[in-house]
């Protein structure tokens, strides 16, 4: 993690693709509250390099929403699979 910072920069995407990586470790391991802060530092990641309209960050959503349903916080999954749909809808069509 430190390396990939040090080589390729915070805001690059390849960075918020590391930051994925740890959350989906952090998300098998069951410690849903450290993947879900490094799903977080990805979406910045994703939102600062490719923008909100992009199928990198529908999928960023996904993995939020996935970690809370894990959770148990079933409205806030909702919110974010929802989200994740209708970024999939304008980027990608119906």
Do not use: F, W
Request: net charge negative; aromatic share 8%; charged share 20%.
């Amino acid at each position: 993690y430190e390396k990939a910072l040090q080589i390729m920069g915070e805001l690059h995407p390849e960075t918020a693709n590391t930051y994925i990586n740890m959350g989906n470790t952090c998300y098998r391991k069951g410690d849903y509250g450290k993947a879900l802060e490094h799903y977080q530092r990805a979406l910045k990641v994703k939102l600062a390099t490719v923008g909100e309209q992009h199928p990198d960050t529908a999928a960023t959503y996904s993995n939020m929403g996935n970690i809370q349903h894990s959770s148990g916080e079933y409205d806030k999954a909702l919110q974010m699979h929802e989200k994740a749909l209708q970024n999939r809808l304008a980027t990608l069509g119906e």
